[in-house]
């Protein structure tokens, strides 16, 4: 069993920053390509970001440029690191491992964390 435990979303100011953080348990976290998808009330849980084992990375076209991902495999951590935030970023964020499959597919992932909320208002 592996459990994902996000941290680091809050309350933030239009153009500002958050850090979010995932934490994940078991021994081969640096095996796996770790995702970040995220909900707004209302819509679709969507794709955002993800980072395969060996670094790699992939955005979604609206967060490109201000979001980055990045993982500590010594930590068994994943980060997200959203800079000039906009309102319509308001979401709960998730992290996941990804098993299978299409990176921004929710489908591929098997795990996944139970979210933290980030409000971003003007």
């Known amino acids: 069993q592996v459990q994902l435990v996000e941290s680091g979303g809050g309350l933030v100011q239009a153009g500002g920053s958050l850090r979010l953080s995932c934490v994940a348990s078991?021994?081969?976290?640096?095996?796996?390509?770790m995702g970040w998808f995220r909900q707004a009330p209302g819509k679709e849980r969507e794709f955002v970001a993800a980072i395969g084992w060996s670094g790699d990375t992939y955005y979604a076209d609206s967060v490109k440029g201000r979001f980055t991902i990045s993982r500590d495999n010594a930590k068994n951590t994943v980060f997200l690191q959203m800079n000039s935030l906009k309102p319509e970023d308001t979401a709960v964020y998730y992290c996941a491992r990804r098993v299978r499959g299409a990176v921004v597919a929710g489908s591929s992932y098997d795990y996944w964390g139970q979210g933290t909320q980030v409000t971003v208002f003007t």
């Open positions: 078991g021994r081969t976290f640096s095996s796996y390509a």
